[in-house]
């Protein structure tokens, strides 16, 4: 049986964390090379430190002349990003950080496989979703990101110019009958340009903007706050701690609530599984939840480098199901095409859309016009009831 009342803490952390601007870098190389060629292949790594980023990976594109001319871009890519962000530090700033770039063509070995329509690894990948917001998210990692990325723009329209790019937050809600009732603990360490700024000047900058993000009945006389418990936070970002591409991976999909397959999804390009499969066992749960099959469904898909069709299909509803599972399995096989192949034409994945996902998740967000965030959709729904 499952429990249905707890507490559940969940992370996020913002686009100026450390390993988040390694992400944010990888997956902006990684647009710019589907921007010149929808099917360039890419497994692009960033490592961050105090005055420099290190780029390595496997990249290919049809043309030679073409791939030699992306690889000279490369370091503005990154600059860019880093601006972007808000890096102005002395120790880490855009235009005086050193960028190297070690990125290669990709091994024939691999490429042969991929080529084949087949998966680009071996691997296992989960979706999950449940109805307790209107994201079909779980709440605890819905908002951490949403105060984050609330901080973020504040910071850079000008309202909170005392606020850094670093930052961390951290949620634990209270569960009654399986819905969240309420937040036992709020946790926001975030980086202050002012070091004069104490943990009491910082929580009077940030607490309106949390206030502002959470259900006004979750915080009460009850709720501890832990705003910059350590004190001062002036020095971040990869000058303060070493940041590393796939390091939070957590983060980018279910604070913990779900089984994660253990593959990273920044810098790699939709042939990928790890990352593509995600997506699309996202957009499945999300659509099973959507059609009132169940309150809350994990999914899992499972993955032979070369080979096309997945190995396996699984589907837990946790004890919420209106439909067996079975029969869920089986309309899912029905409904969508979940080759390597299939997976990117159905969510039209050979697109630059992914730099905007280094940060504040992957799921949970609204579909963009132009393609961003497909696998959000609940354009499944009828599909899926009529099948079973």
Known sequence: MTRRNYVFTSESVSEGHPDKVCDRISDAVLDAFLMEEPQARVACETFATSGMVVIGGEVGLSDQDRLKAMMGSIGQIARDCIRDIGYEQEQFHWNTCRVLNFLHEQSAHIAQGVDRDGAGDQGIMFGYAVNETPELMPAPIQYSHAILKRLAEVRKDGSEPALGPDAKSQLSLRYEDGKPVEVTSIVLSTQHLDPDLTSDDV????EPYIREILPNDWVNGGTQWHVNPTGKFVIGGPDGDAGLTGRKIIVDTYGGAAPHGGGAF??????????????AARYLAKNIVAAGMADRCTLQLSYAIG??????????THGTGKVDEEAIENAVDSVMDLTPRGIREHLGLNKPIFQRTAAYGHFGREPDADGGFSWEKTDLVEALKKAV
């Open 266 to 279: 920044s810098g790699k390009d939709p042939t990928k599984v790890d990352r593509s499969a995600a997506y």
């Open 307 to 316: 080979v096309s069709h997945p190995l396996s299909i699984y589907v837990d």
């Open 203 to 206: 929580r009077a900058i940030v």
